[in-house]
């Protein structure tokens, strides 16, 4: 791989310091400490519009997320269940892209420091460039980026890519994943690994934690990266059953279904949003 433009990274780690990754990682040490979860919030980019999805995440941040998932809209989102994809196509048909999600990115990090992860499939980093896109994250202040359709096998390149721009890097397993393809996934994370809890799509309802506990324990018997559970995730009731296995929760479909019933009312979404951000954040601790 050729080396990276001098002008985007630091010329050395002792420029760099701990990289953002390790931040991200290091946040859930420190949660782990105390007994508390991290709460990670899944938004998408440019739903309702650009200014709305800003000034939702920032509600977030104030409700008490750690960790923000910004999601960049794609037109084929197969992870996906129906609420983020409605939110999806509306951001799509509004204009929104990668290098607007970015721009966004960068707008928020002038407001707060928490960490902020963009999540995308595959096809659109490859369209923006991969070195393009993580040295325009690595400017906009980005902490991480997550990429639900690229598989272990064809990881390597924008794993090292982002190495070098000191991302994180948070790949995905189910509970369908061997203990050895579990090995490998886990070797190439840093911030966190994201444990699929079912089979489906995002806001697939959880009829069972079993299959959530068996990878928790597959994970906890082989690495000690810090783990965070999505897909299905509904209230501060499936938080607190998910919280002894896990060290992070992540809530994304819940959220868009409150924001599409309320978005008609920017005060009244707000509101909503906030205080059922606050309830899981509650029963995190």
């Known amino acids: 791989m ?26 859930f040490y420190e949660k782990r400490e105390i007994n508390e979860k991290v709460l990670i919030i899944y938004l998408c980019a440019g739903y309702p519009d650009l200014d709305f999805s800003r000034e939702l995440i920032l509600t977030a941040v104030k ?39 970015l721009e966004m990115a960068a707008d928020i990090k002038k407001c707060t420091k928490i960490p902020l992860l963009l999540m995308s499939y595959y096809n659109p980093i490859y369209r923006y460039g991969l070195e393009k896109f993580c040295g325009d ?26 190495r070098n721009f000191g991302l994180g890097f948070v790949p995905l397993v189910s509970p369908t994943s061997t203990l050895e393809r579990l090995k490998r996934i886990s ?21 069972s934690f079993g299959d959530a506990k068996e990878m928790a324990e597959k994970l906890r018997s082989i690495t000690q990266k810090p783990t965070a559970l999505g897909f299905g995730i509904e209230g501060p009731e499936h938080v607190r059953m998910a919280a002894p296995m896990f060290d992070g929760i ?5 959220v868009i279904r409150i924001i599409e019933h309320f978005k008609k009312s920017r005060e009244s979404c707000f509101k909503e949003v906030g205080e059922f951000i606050s309830s899981l954040k509650k029963a995190c601790r």
Not at 250 to 254: D, K, L
């Open 2 to 27: 050729k080396s990276l433009k001098k002008e985007l990274i630091p010329a050395s780690a002792e420029e760099r310091g701990i990289s953002r990754g390790e931040r991200l990682e290091q946040l």
């Open 63 to 101: 409700a008490g997320a750690d960790i923000i998932e910004v999601g960049i809209p794609f037109s084929d989102p197969l992870a996906d269940g129906p609420a983020i994809q409605h939110a999806s196509q509306q951001a799509l048909l509004k204009g929104m892209n990668a290098a607007k999600a």
């Open 137 to 162: 994250a690595f400017k906009a202040e980005v902490d991480g980026i997550i990429v639900p359709d690229l598989p272990v096998e064809e990881s390597e390149k924008l794993v090292s890519i982002t």
């Open 187 to 207: 070797k190439t994370a840093l911030g966190f690994i994201y444990c699929v809890s079912t089979t489906g799509t995002t806001g697939s309802t959880i009829r």
């Open 250 to 254: 992540i809530v994304g479909s819940a």
